[in-house]
């Protein structure tokens, strides 16, 4: 089955990561944002493509192709996937024990995507290693030969509509639709086709369960802190349904076959919002013991997934809005993502970079969770009365934008004492502001926009901002700043 789409255009904004403090390679991309266009103005055009939640495309969506997949031909897209345990290579994990990922369940025909288990007697288990206390391959001293699958999509995206049309295994083996960003994991759905447990059971083969985790350190089980529960009128492994989950700056939409079923908005869940960093697409199958272990006569079962796809809206902001919000990383998405780089790795590596706040500078700068803040839930958050000049500093390569005039522009929030006297930010470490503030007139206690143009035009490759924060010399109060933005004029 071919699955043709005649597809909207994307401008990808390049911008990538080095450390701060210098580095030899420049980079040269990161996922897609989409930019305001004429095919994304909410008219729908011939054989366009669109969500099953919106068919009339009244959200302006546009399609992310790098992070979508119809899955035609036959074999899978490597450039956009990675499959777990080709070549010997696992990211993160090899599934969850007893079952354990094995590369040759994955397969692509007839347009869909076969995520197979099998039990296998003879498949060498990586015996003596686990996951929670759970062997491969072993469960309670009993072999539990079973071999799964799984694919993880190669680039992250922010906010977005994603949607999947797919069918359970028929087996006491869950099929998931999932996604994990930095300290962060949103489960669109985690099914089970039959389970095979005992007792009152969390997932049963009419139930669409849904979670929202949060793995900032020290991310002990439990980390799930929201989610969804859905009784279904028909079994997930009977045929092919439409889920979807439109992911919003402060909310989260849970869609079946283009109906919505469940809501929930940053101001309901409170502290418990965590879903503020771009995310890669799994898809996945796994024994849970606690809903009862497949039996040799439930296998081989396929979980099938007929596409994947992300639709985005445009943004004008031309920055990396996750980490300019102060949320979290930038990505460096050339580079090859650490096998390792579990959800809570706040490490800088060739992957992920962070602000860098020097020692001094940590007396009166640091970002903050869940204080005061314009978007998200971070800011950075400036305390008078240590004496310094407080500056942090974006990696290398992580302004990139082309030569052009643009709007900058930030959030300020100032406590009512408050006496820093202004707020500059400079390029490449220079002393010259592309956008300085004066902060004596700005309202306090309230967040407030300052912006102001700037002529960009000798655009580089490693060009970085810096931030500086100017006091008196025995200042006071606190200062908070959020949602840097570039704007082209």
């Given amino acids: 089955m071919n699955k043709s789409i005649n597809q909207l255009s994307l401008t990808a904004i390049a911008a990538g990561v080095l450390l701060a403090s210098g580095c030899d390679n420049a980079p040269k991309s990161r996922a897609a944002e989409v930019k305001p266009s004429a095919a994304a103005s909410g008219t729908q055009s011939a054989n366009q493509v669109l969500p099953a939640s919106d068919p009339t495309n009244q959200g302006g969506w546009v399609l992310n192709e790098m992070v979508s997949d119809e899955f035609n031909g036959d074999s899978l897209d490597k450039d956009k996937w990675f499959v777990e345990g080709e070549n010997g290579d696992y990211y993160i994990w090899k599934g969850r024990a007893p079952s354990q990922f094995a590369p040759h369940n994955v397969k692509v025909s007839d347009g869909k995507l076969q995520l197979i288990s099998q039990w296998e ?21 009993q072999k539990v030969p079973v071999t799964t699958a799984a694919v993880v999509g190669k680039k992250r995206f922010l906010n977005g509509y994603m949607e999947v049309r797919t069918k359970a295994a028929n087996a006491a083996m869950t099929s998931s639709f999932w996604a994990i960003g930095y ?28 979670s929202i985790h949060d793995w900032q350190p020290p991310a ?9 529960k859905t009784k279904l009128d028909f079994s997930v492994a009977e045929d092919f349904h439409v889920y979807g989950a439109e992911w919003g700056e402060d909310y989260i939409r849970f869609y079946l076959n283009g109906e919505l079923i469940s809501e929930s908005t940053q101001e309901e869940v409170g502290e418990h919002w965590v879903l503020t960093n771009p995310m890669e697409v799994w898809l996945d199958s796994e024994i849970f013991v ?55 790795n706040s490490e800088n590596n060739n992957y992920q970079k962070f602000w860098a706040i ?31 000049k407080a500056k942090a500093v974006a990696p290398e390569g992580s302004l990139r934008v082309p030569a052009g005039e643009y709007e900058f522009s930030a959030q300020v929030w100032l406590a009512p004492e408050a006496t820093a006297e ?23 206690g309230e967040w407030v926009k300052v912006s102001q143009l700037f002529d960009y035009a000798n655009a580089s490759v490693s060009d970085f901002i810096q931030i500086a924060v100017n006091d008196t010399e025995n200042g006071k109060g606190v200062l908070y700043v959020d949602d840097i933005a570039v704007e082209k004029k």
Avoid at 298 to 324: C, G, H, M
Avoid at 364 to 388: C, D, H, I, M, P
């Fill in 220 to 228: 002990q089980r439990p980390t799930r802190k929201f989610g969804h």
């Fill in 358 to 388: 020097d020692d001094e500078s940590a007396k009166s700068l640091q970002r903050v969770r869940n204080e005061q803040f314009a978007k998200g839930t971070w800011s950075l958050k400036y305390t008078g009365g240590n004496g310094v």
């Fill in 183 to 210: 300290q962060q994991e949103l489960d669109v759905y985690e099914q089970m086709g039959r389970p095979t447990g005992d007792g009152p059971l969390d997932i049963k083969g009419d139930t669409l369960k849904a």
């Fill in 290 to 344: 606690w809903l009862g272990l497949p039996t040799p006569e439930q296998l081989p079962a396929t979980y099938e997934v007929d596409y994947v796809r992300v639709w985005q809206q445009p943004q004008t902001n031309l920055l990396d809005r996750a980490f300019y919000g102060f949320e979290g990383p930038i990505l460096y998405e050339e580079n090859p993502r650490p096998l390792d780089l579990v959800p809570e």
């Fill in 422 to 444: 202004q707020i500059a930010f400079t390029l490449n470490g220079e002393e010259t502001a592309i956008a300085q503030f004066d902060l004596a007139d700005v309202a306090r």
């Fill in 121 to 141: 007697p003879d498949y060498p288990f990586a015996y003596g290693e686990g996951h929670e206390g759970k062997d491969y391959g072993e469960h309670e001293g």
